[in-house]
């Protein structure tokens, strides 16, 4: 396993902009599958987006394309979230999650590593 650390939240106006860091230590990084993953309340967790451990393959879920941008750092052990015109329904906790060998996965299962999640909040 790895131990991630999600950074970058925090309240936002609708149209606005954040990008979420997730620093990972413990294991070869550039062998995990890398999956932000977000839960409103009362909601079950989504997959947000997806990046292979080759950089080659990524997935992004129908509500996020063209507005999120998922991306790795193998150098520094980072993928990042950048999450461009944010609406209110992006709002929930955002969680980064690895998953060793994974090809482009969405689902939460598969990954064996979870991050403690970072609170994105959208006012409209």
């Known amino acids: 396993q790895v131990q991630l650390v999600e950074s970058g939240g925090g309240l936002v106006q609708a149209g606005g902009s954040l990008r979420l860091s997730c620093a990972a230590s413990g294991r070869t990084f550039s062998n995990y599958a890398m999956g932000w993953f977000r839960q409103a309340p009362e909601k079950e967790r989504e997959c947000v987006s997806v990046?292979?451990?080759?950089?080659?393959?990524?997935y992004y879920a129908d509500s996020v394309k063209g507005r999120f941008t998922i991306s790795r750092d193998n150098a520094k052990n980072t993928v990042y979230l950048q999450m461009n015109n944010l609406k209110p329904e992006d709002t929930a906790v955002y969680y980064c999650a690895a998953g060793r060998g994974l090809g482009v996965t969405t689902t939460p299962l598969a990954y064996d590593s979870w991050g403690q999640g970072t609170q994105v909040t959208v006012s409209s």
């Open positions: 990046i292979g451990w080759s950089n080659s393959r990524t």
